[in-house]
């Protein structure tokens, strides 16, 4: 479940650093409905409520909601489950901290394409880079490839990895 979270507040930052939004004082409510009124309420508060956050929507009794809230929603909405008798807990106090600290850890110079650190959040220019790196230090099997582009509009890069002057088989 961290790991999740984790996952999510570092998709956040992405989108964050994109658009270079601060998310200052932003608390993430987790929200797990004990019966069908509550799944009900807050399936209709989301539809009702399209610009609020949902990190893990309202799908089923028992399972997780994790909500995203700006300081001006937050009182809004807690108001809204106390209302509906909904208990909530905060799990995020201040989604930019976690950003900060997710983000902030200096870009490292990496000194062989063995050395990225996969404990720790990479940005894309580190990424790249350590592609970069793998794609010369085994050219003879592994080469570039643009496999999309994503929402932002940013080349999606794998390496193809294949025997040398191979290019009729599958690749991995």
Aim: hydrophobic content about 40%; proline content about 4%.
């Amino acid at each position: 479940m961290k790991v999740l979270l984790c996952v999510l507040v570092t998709l956040c930052a992405l989108a964050s650093l994109a658009r270079g939004k601060s998310y200052d004082r932003y608390k993430v409510v987790r929200v797990v409905p004990k019966n069908s009124q509550q799944l009900r309420q807050l399936m209709r508060f989301k539809t009702e409520n399209v610009h609020v956050d949902f990190w893990k929507e309202p799908r089923a009794i028992g399972h997780v909601v994790d909500v995203n809230l700006s300081p001006a929603d937050f009182p809004r909405i807690t108001q809204f489950l106390e209302s509906h008798n909904i208990h909530y807990e905060v799990t995020i106090d201040n989604v930019q901290e976690v950003i900060d600290s997710v983000t902030s850890s200096p870009s490292k110079e990496m000194k062989s394409s063995a050395a990225i650190d996969y404990s720790v959040y990479n940005n894309l220019e580190d990424i790249d880079k350590w592609l970069d790196e793998l794609a010369t230090e085994y050219s003879d099997i592994a080469t570039l490839v643009t496999v999309g582009t994503t929402y932002e509009g940013r080349t999606l890069r794998a390496v193809r990895i294949a025997a040398p002057g191979n290019t009729s088989k599958p690749a991995f």
